[in-house]
């Protein structure tokens, strides 16, 4: 073959910004943005853009500064996704639920040259900023040169008059030179956005996206979902959220309408998708909780269907029973900051709609099949690293490789060499591959207990344990064991009894109560009652936290003899205690297991 | 921002042959391809081609070696889409209604390895491998080098022991090791395919593919069509047209089902389409007519909508009122075999369902917008090259650039380099940008007659001629004129009248027609009436001929002054004939206007 090499007319490196240059030529006149009563249409939309890119120009942000932003999904949110690209610089959104040592951290971390606030956040970032300053009020030369330059974002549609600092961003857009050439995207490879893992485990990690993962992930995610044009889409996924699993671009991509939403109220969700019309929303499965326990007063009608993308957890047959009837149709991903968002959805298949709706919900609360741009996903069995049976009970790592995957963590090799290694990303959660190709996650691969040689999902267990109607919270870990290595250990906190007492339920209730729901082995081998569980500011349980407390836990040994009796009455089997029972779990049992959006 | 190389976990090069071994793991068990009574699924086509891939590298083919191959559309042609690059090789797809000479001629010029020859074309390949036996038949040694190793395919449902040497197809598929692992891709510029362009001006000339170029243009093709999971694909279209408009590789990604079809006969369509429950399609218009004339016995009650994919020509409103209500639902798409397919879709808008039908069959005969992997679509002037004004009414030449444009031709870097000049692809295609986005194609560039400085569209002259009820057949082409340069001179064919004569029809009663029809300068100087015009193997009007016939013609000083003077009694104002008149035409008249699939 002839060498036939790259030119500008047939290589042009991949980036969301060709979205909205698109969108503003072949959709110019569509509404691209709703905010209350603000309405851009995609050209509007690109100006904008354009303009507050120069303006960043202007403000001497050059190619890979990081501009940090501390905002609700308002439309400048939005716009910040291209802009801030389209000057050069990597987006950095922040999550709103962090404390202001955290957004300190960041800010340090990711050496932010210009940080943008909404003006709901101003306490909070006036805070965060103190913080950062403490670092340096012994070096003014280090401070001046680190400390951010700081933007209020004013609400577009009712403005306060809250400042923080001289700049508001409607000046910069409006300062910004109309006809800014936008920086040019040299290398696909480039970074476009940097993004902050919420630290279940450890200190904030910062994931960087190329262009072309964005863009890749951009298209994979519409096809997955089958998102087609003129969608009208609600912003109730935080866009801080791995960039709102893409759908920022995505909406471009397609020539949408995005509608902004600054308070995810019943009312504000039920009132705009009645409005608007809303077609597409992204949500964790909770947000199913906000729309079932709305008020009369506070529901709109809505034109059904709309179609729901969920992550984070998978979503319970019980709230698929409720919130499809009422016109949401849902489907489930899972996904990780590091894969750029969703990396499988569930895939639905026509077949499926001939199932009961609780054999459907338990088919739509497996976490499916890989997206399209990555290249291989697999499961891999934790010892020998070979892929596990397509059996749906062979449990091991779920591992990816493609170009949606981060390009690495900020300033973090070795978390990045241990992350990316021998060709796949290992994602750290455990699962299984059912006979039709679709995955279902088991656990977090460092939350699985081994005892005895078997692996017990500790995700599995509290699923059970939630079942139960007075456990509020659940959340088991491993402990040390005399005889087995591990054993499981059940943290619970218990919901109040009519009294407004908790101490009515005791150990031995709960342990009696997994006896009947569970192998053997498989029942706690402690169960020990907390008022509350801890958790990061974005709700995630800290198992490390109780990690490290049932390390503290002993077993006797007299306690290990008297659990390995047999309890007939309890309708177990008369097994030996000297042979560890099989798992007799079955797939689809786990609707509770995790997905990590 | 930190240096985060490229690895093997985050950076897979771009290749459609993922596509293939996901649909493996994720759609295993569906149906990947039918043919009569063959069936295979998507974990059986991939291990077919994967032990194909293996025979073909026992055959000494490797990296960038040209595979050809003479198939109509049966389940080898699909395999050999993913065969072929998966053993490193790349695929020629040749026109099978080209004549042995051409086929010679691409047999050579490609310098194929391997040519696979279905048994119904064993004679024209035969005749075709005679031809290019002759180059060589005094010089042994570069014929035993350069001579392809024939295998023929013979039908899978039926076999009729047609052979040309010693080889067979499905022999290779089940002696080729099924474990074979496939070629890696390392360079994602790597090319996956060789399409010979049909040649309507000048020799063929051979279109290279990247692997990353196929991917995108796949993506963009499934995304522009909206074309969902599980669908059912009649394979209509012929797959050696731009590798099937992707489609090939499409329906891989989608785990869809391709229906297979050796002959696009109106019967065959209507089983098919009945029998298999057919969601899509693609097709050039003419496929319409044989639809709807099939005889009763020849129909089949379908399932719609039937999605449509249409190209090559603009739907004509006519066909596209009787062929709707049938239940096929048309869209219709522009592209270039240098654009990998599709480069423009004519993408709905649902506010036009409001609209008259008159009214929508305009509005879907116009090209559309770029597909989402094309970085930017323009249309420029002719003279300044700067954009044209919105108005759908300035005529400027199309020019693209992004991913899916090829690599260049092959082994031609003059033609490559005029193709690919100041970072775009010329196509070659005047038209127009309408005020809300959309393109529309007038003319091909070299087919605009520029007359006393005015653009005249060949194609809107031809769309009138083509409503005169006894024209067959239309084309104009630029003659000399003495006072304005160039002035139209059109080619036409007369439909036979009820005695069986052609003859009735005058240059006179034409010239008549379009001057009712037609600004007066556009009116043809001169009409010649032909038999039936010169065309391609593949049916298209070869102008260049038709063109250098006009050249000898000319216009007398005597008939300009006569031509130009006024003719009240065809309704025609009295026009100054010093005076070049504007050109009055209206967006959305033309339907006829060329689309170049």
């Known amino acids: 073959m002839d060498l036939l090499p790259k030119c500008n007319a047939n ?40 303009r507050l890119a120069a303006s960043l120009h202007s403000l001497n942000i050059v190619k890979n500064d990081v501009v940090s932003v501390l905002a609700p999904n308002i439309p400048a949110m939005y716009e910040m996704h291209f802009a801030v690209p389209m000057a050069g610089a990597v987006l950095n959104a922040i999550n709103t639920r962090l404390d202001a040592k955290t957004i300190a951290t960041i800010l340090r971390h990711s050496e932010a040259k210009v940080f943008f606030v909404d003006y709901q956040f101003v306490p909070l970032a006036r805070e965060a ?134 308070n995810i109220t019943s009312y504000d969700m039920y009132r705009n998708i009645s409005l608007h019309k809303v077609t597409h929303m992204c949500c964790a499965p909770i947000v199913f909780n906000i729309l079932l326990e709305a008020k009369p007063h506070e529901r709109s009608q809505i034109t059904p269907p709309v179609q729901v993308l969920t992550g984070g957890a998978p979503p319970p047959a019980s709230l698929l029973e409720k919130i499809e009837p009422l016109g949401f149709h849902v489907t489930h991903a899972y996904g990780l900051t590091e894969a750029t968002g969703p990396a499988l959805v569930c895939e639905w298949q026509a077949k499926w709609n001939q199932l009961p709706r609780g054999a459907q919900a338990k088919l739509k609360a497996r976490q499916g099949i890989s997206i399209l741009t990555l290249a291989d996903v697999d499961v891999k069995d934790l010892k020998t690293m070979n892929s596990v049976s397509r059996d749906g009970k062979s449990i091991g790592e779920i591992v990816l490789r493609g170009s949606s995957i981060m390009k690495g963590y900020f300033k973090d090799p ?59 919270e659940a959340a088991v870990v491993a402990m040390p064991h005399p005889l087995w290595g591990e054993s499981p250990c059940a943290f619970v906190a218990i919901k109040k009894n009519a009294d407004g007492k908790t101490d009515d339920v005791k150990e031995s209730d709960i342990i009696a109560y997994c006896r009947k729901n569970l192998p053997r082995f498989m029942v706690p081998k402690k169960v020990e009652f907390l008022p509350e569980l801890p958790k990061t500011a974005t709700g995630k349980i800290q198992k490390f936290q109780l990690r490290t407390l049932a390390k503290t836990f002993e077993v006797s040994k007299s306690r290990v003899v008297n659990q390995n009796l047999p309890s007939k009455k309890n309708g177990q089997s008369n097994q030996s205690n000297t042979e560890i029972p099989r798992c007799t779990a079955q797939p689809h049992e786990h609707v509770l297991a995790m997905s990590r959006l």
Request: glycine residues 8%; proline residues 5%; aromatic residues 12%.
């Open 414 to 472: 070795n978390a990045t060499s241990k992350a990316l290694k021998n060709g796949w990303f290992a994602t750290g959660d455990v699962g299984v591959v059912h006979p039709d190709g679709y995955l279902e996650i088991k656990d977090r691969s460092k939350d699985v207990i081994i005892s005895g040689g078997e692996n017990i999902s500790s995700v599995e267990l509290e699923s059970v344990l939630y079942r139960h109607p007075r456990v509020l």
């Open 11 to 50: 290589y042009v490196p991949l980036t969301p910004l060709t979205f909205l240059k698109r969108a503003a030529d072949v959709y110019a006149n569509r509404t691209s943005v709703i905010y209350e009563g603000t309405r851009f249409t995609w050209r509007q939309t690109y100006h904008r853009c354009r």
């Open 129 to 262: 900023l103190r913080l950062l300053m403490g670092d340096h009020s012994q070096d003014f030369v280090s401070f001046e040169s680190s400390f951010p330059l700081v933007i209020v974002i004013d609400d577009i549609d009712s403005p306060t008059g809250v400042r923080l600092g001289e700049l508001e961003y409607e000046q910069l857009v409006h300062k910004g030179n109309p006809n800014y050439v936008v920086e040019d995207i040299q290398d696909e490879w480039d970074p476009i956005a940097l993004n902050y893992t919420s630290g279940t485990t450890s200190e904030p990690k910062g994931v960087v996206y190329s262009h072309r993962g964005a863009y890749l992930s951009t298209l994979s995610l519409i096809l997955g979902w089958e998102m087609g044009t003129e969608p009208v889409y609600l912003w109730t996924l935080p866009m801080f959220h791995c960039n709102g699993w893409t759908f920022t671009w995505g909406i471009a991509a397609r020539g949408g309408t995005n509608v902004c939403l600054r």
